[in-house]
């Protein structure tokens, strides 16, 4: 059974930082796509940032230069480090993951999901 957890989540002031662990197990995504994605309240599910192998990181405009993923393949891990944290970044964040390397950045294109962490930014 694949699993994504996520943790980390939690309160912070504007101009914080925090980092989203993401640890996977039931199986490893080496040559696949992992990814983050986040929901505010009353929106649909939006694409954070992507890392595939061989194709590097990709990011949403609305976090680039801020936020930043990174993968640790020999732990089957993916973490989103946000920086320069926004009110508007508050959210639910999940982690997902494809085993095909798609690095495609619609919520569809994933087959794999964690139960989410909240976010909160106070300003």
């Given at each position: 059974?694949?699993?994504?957890?996520?943790?980390?989540?939690?309160?912070?002031?504007?101009?914080?930082?925090?980092?989203?662990?993401?640890?996977?197990?039931?199986r490893t995504f080496i040559t696949g796509t992992m990814g983050w994605f986040r929901q505010a309240p009353r929106k649909e599910r939006e694409f954070v940032a992507v890392s595939t192998w061989g194709?590097?990181?990709?990011?949403?405009?609305?976090?680039?230069?801020?936020?930043?993923?990174?993968?640790?393949?020999?732990?089957?891990?993916?973490?989103?480090?946000?920086?320069?944290?926004?009110?508007?970044?508050?959210?639910?964040?999940?982690?997902?993951?494809?085993?095909?390397?798609?690095?495609?950045?619609?919520?569809?294109?994933?087959?794999?999901?964690?139960?989410?962490?909240?976010?909160?930014?106070?300003?």
């Amino acid at each position: 059974q694949v699993q994504l957890v996520e943790s980390g989540g939690g309160l912070v002031q504007a101009g914080g930082s925090l980092r989203l662990p993401c640890a996977a197990s039931g199986r490893t995504f080496i040559t696949g796509t992992m990814g983050w994605f986040r929901q505010a309240p009353r929106k649909e599910r939006e694409f954070v940032a992507v890392s595939t192998w061989g194709r590097g990181t990709t990011y949403a405009d609305s976090v680039k230069g801020r936020f930043t993923i990174s993968r640790d393949n020999a732990k089957n891990t993916v973490d989103l480090q946000m920086n320069s944290l926004k009110s508007e970044d508050t959210a639910v964040y999940y982690c997902a993951a494809s085993p095909v390397g798609r690095h495609g950045s619609s919520p569809r294109e994933y087959d794999y999901w964690g139960q989410g962490t909240g976010v909160t930014v106070s300003s």
